[in-house]
């Protein structure tokens, strides 16, 4: 159980267009979703919380316009770059609280990887 | 702000016991997570520390102490497929803030 997935893998995009990237909880329903970017050799980095129905939380420095956040359901969010430049190239990760889980568990998708030439 | 620290990398034989130490300074705490990530893969988890003291789980085991800010993952029988980056994150209001990680070379 708790199973999260991301769609797509990996994406090749070029500079100045939108990518879209789906989060999914498979077998269950998450209250919140969590994006995280992580370049390589360093940690994952938390973009934005999103809740279902509400708009998205964004940490501190992480362009709210450039990162459109959207959580129509329960088991779906979807997290749009918007115009993309190869410093957005990353490794998307989001991670899934379930309604029924530990208040502090977090599942995580197996990423997204963006490389934007 | 959040400040974890953690060892770049470390390498061990197989067969043998390898401690990844974790220190933290966060403004707020629920619990402290330790994952595994192998490359180009998202962490999985393998354990989570709320109480002071040692949580064992087969080959790993985690242990916090709160009033240190330090917590540490230990590895016992270490088999190549442990090669990989283990993250310290803690969690602080739902939210996870992760250290840079430490990888982990497992040698024959």
């Given at each position: 159980?708790?199973?999260?997935?991301?769609?797509?893998?990996?994406?090749?995009?070029?500079?100045?267009?939108?990518?879209?990237?789906?989060?999914?909880?498979?077998?269950?329903?998450?209250?919140?979703?969590?994006?995280?970017?992580?370049f390589p050799k360093?940690?994952?980095?938390?973009?934005?919380?999103?809740?279902?129905?509400?708009?998205?939380?964004?940490?501190?420095?992480?362009?709210?316009?450039?990162?459109?956040?959207?959580?129509?359901?329960?088991?779906?969010?979807?997290?749009?770059?918007?115009?993309?430049?190869?410093?957005?190239?990353?490794?998307?990760?989001?991670?899934?609280?379930?309604?029924?889980?530990?208040?502090?568990?977090?599942?995580?998708?197996?990423?997204?990887?963006?490389?934007?030439? | 702000?959040?400040?974890?620290d953690q060892p770049?990398?470390?390498?061990?034989?197989?067969?043998?016991?390898?401690?990844?130490?974790?220190?933290?300074?966060?403004?707020?705490?629920?619990?402290?997570?330790?994952?595994?990530?192998?490359?180009?893969?998202?962490?999985?988890?393998?354990?989570?520390?709320?109480?002071?003291g040692l949580e064992?789980?087969?080959?790993?085991?985690?242990?916090?102490?709160?009033?240190?800010?330090?917590?540490?993952?230990?590895?016992?029988?270490?088999?190549?497929?442990?090669?990989?980056?283990?993250?310290?994150?803690?969690?602080?209001?739902?939210?996870?803030?992760?250290?840079?990680?430490?990888?982990?070379?497992?040698?024959?």
């Open positions: 159980g708790a199973v999260v997935s991301q769609h797509p893998s990996w994406v090749i995009c070029k500079s100045g267009t939108s990518v879209k990237i789906e989060c999914r909880s498979l077998d269950f329903q998450a209250t919140t979703m969590f994006w995280y970017r992580q360093q940690s994952l980095m938390l973009m934005a919380t999103s809740n279902e129905g509400s708009k998205a939380t964004y940490e501190q420095g992480v362009e709210k316009d450039k990162f459109l956040i959207n959580h129509a359901s329960l088991t779906l969010s979807t997290l749009t770059v918007t115009s993309a430049h190869p410093e957005d190239s990353s490794f998307y990760i989001c991670s899934a609280r379930s309604i029924a889980g530990g208040p502090y568990e977090q599942y995580f998708g197996p990423g997204t990887r963006l490389t934007v030439t | 702000g959040q400040n974890i770049t990398e470390m390498t061990a034989t197989e067969g043998a016991i390898v401690q990844i130490n974790c220190t933290y300074q966060t403004s707020g705490f629920n619990g402290l997570f330790w994952y595994q990530q192998h490359a180009g893969e998202a962490p999985t988890f393998l354990s989570y520390n709320v109480l002071d064992e789980k087969g080959r790993f085991s985690s242990f916090l102490s709160r009033s240190k800010g330090y917590s540490y993952l230990l590895l016992k029988e270490l088999q190549m497929k442990d090669s990989a980056s283990y993250l310290c994150a803690v969690s602080n209001d739902y939210k996870l803030s992760f250290g840079a990680g430490t990888t982990v070379t497992v040698r024959a």
